[in-house]
């Protein structure tokens, strides 16, 4: 078991040591500004990813403003279970994230799509909503990025073939995220 956990270890750091610092910094940049505009900012994954986006959407919107007057604006389109399981019954899994996208999106707002494979249809489908009706996008991927990489206006993709360490720099990243975020309201107010 020691010999497992060495392993897997240093290949999580060799991952990381691959982190794409430029794109996280135009993360920060994007949420950054819809704070500054006060425009929403939409996340959702599936499995694992939905439990990440659920975690981010609570640290930006109670771990990095609690004490200032100006509050993000996060929704988690995960974490609506009947309405999930309505649209997945009713209409389709395909797109249980577009849908609730039609109820609330406006332009401007920001949609955050957190996928290992970057191939989920009903995350490919609500980052194209969200980019045709004037917002912009993020996705957090793995493997080569998949179809999210190719839509999103930004895209972190983690270099690794194993959904566990993708998964393992996704967490990370989104607490990079909040920190870092923190960090400039703090400065600036």
């Known amino acids: 078991m020691q010999a497992f956990a060495n392993r897997y270890i240093n290949e999580l750091k ?22 500054e505009k006060e425009k929403y900012i939409f996340v ?11 975690h981010f959407a609570c640290d930006l919107n ?14 988690c389109l995960s974490d609506n279970i009947p309405t999930l399981m309505a649209l997945a019954n009713d209409v389709s ?12 999106f406006r332009a401007g707002d ?13 995350i490919i489908r609500a980052i194209r909503y969200a980019g045709l009706n004037g917002g912009r996008t993020i996705g957090l991927c793995g493997f080569s990025g998949g179809r999210l990489a190719e839509l999103a206006d930004i895209a972190l993709i983690v270099n690794s073939n194993d959904m566990q360490k993708i ?17 400039a309201l703090h400065e600036k107010f």
């Open 62 to 75: 109670k771990g990095c403003c609690l004490d200032l007057a100006r509050k993000f604006k996060m929704v």
């Open 167 to 183: 998964e393992d720099v996704h967490v990370i990243t989104v607490h990079m995220i909040m920190q870092a975020v923190y960090n």
């Open 44 to 54: 959702m994954g599936n499995g694992g990813s939905a439990a990440t986006a659920s």
């Open 110 to 122: 920001l949609t955050i799509a957190i996928s290992g494979s970057g191939n989920s249809e009903n």
């Open 14 to 35: 060799g991952v990381l040591d691959g982190f794409d610092h430029a794109c996280f910094e135009r993360i920060i940049t994007a949420i950054l500004d819809a704070y």
């Open 93 to 104: 899994y395909d797109v249980v994230f577009e849908e609730q996208l039609k109820n609330f």
